[in-house]
């Protein structure tokens, strides 16, 4: 649990020190967390779909279904998957998506979170409003 990245609150830390308290044999925090995190990051062995259901959110607007998934990697990594295309394009098909927003997040050399987008869309004129958004976006 580290306070500052942000995944953790003060009220987070309040009942870990009580747990600690109640079970002082566990592993310290910082092993626990590191773990946890290590299990969340790891995608090996995850097809496509497996890896865009594992952290994903849909919201329907205008009638458009977007499904925005969290992947964990970088997304050069993810752009050389074996078939992707095709495997996004089944994964849209198969749950009615309009558009599939990938989210990738990885850790740079300073263990900082870095974020990238990539957006999968069949809909050339719906695609193109989504990217000139994004474009002209100056935060998140």
Avoid: W
Avoid at 58 to 84: C, H, P, W
Wanted: some cysteine; glycine content about 2%.
């Amino acid at each position: 649990m580290d306070l500052k990245i942000g995944k953790a609150t003060p009220k987070d830390s309040k009942y870990v020190e009580k747990l600690e308290v109640l079970f002082p044999d566990l592993p310290k925090r910082n092993d626990i967390f590191g773990s946890l995190q290590k299990a969340k990051f790891d995608v090996s062995g995850l097809t496509t779909e497996q890896m865009l259901r594992k952290d994903q959110k849909t919201i329907y607007r205008q009638g458009v279904k977007v499904a925005i998934s969290a992947i964990y990697m970088d997304l050069e990594a993810f752009l050389q998957r074996s078939n992707l295309l095709a495997d996004l394009h089944a994964f849209c098909q198969a749950h009615s998506y309009d558009v599939l927003v990938a989210m990738t997040i990885f850790f740079n050399t300073h263990n900082e979170p870095v974020r990238q987008l990539a957006i999968f869309c069949p809909h050339v004129a719906l695609q193109t409003t989504i990217c000139e958004v994004l474009e002209r976006s100056h935060s998140p």
